[in-house]
């Protein structure tokens, strides 16, 4: 696994370990999660995980 694999997986479990984080970030679809996770840095509260999801989104559309 590569470095940049290693951040995403850290980052995935650090949501979904995070009892603010966890069921908002598990009810977002797959891409965005792997999206998130792909920022440059970890979101630490849930406003900042709302916001950024909620721009991946829209961009999506």
Do not use: W
């Given at each position: 696994?590569?470095?940049?694999?290693?951040?995403?997986?850290?980052?995935?479990?650090?949501?979904?370990?995070?009892?603010?984080?966890?069921?908002?970030?598990?009810?977002?679809?797959?891409?965005?999660?792997l999206?998130?996770?792909?920022?440059?840095?970890?979101?630490?509260?849930?406003?900042?995980l709302?916001?950024?999801?909620?721009?991946?989104?829209?961009?999506?559309?």
């Amino acid at each position: 696994m590569n470095r940049r694999s290693e951040e995403i997986v850290h980052l995935d479990r650090f949501y979904r370990s995070s009892a603010e984080l966890k069921d908002y970030y598990e009810s977002l679809p797959g891409p965005v999660q792997l999206q998130l996770c792909r920022a440059a840095g970890p979101i630490t509260t849930l406003g900042e995980l709302q916001s950024a999801a909620e721009h991946l989104c829209n961009a999506a559309q």
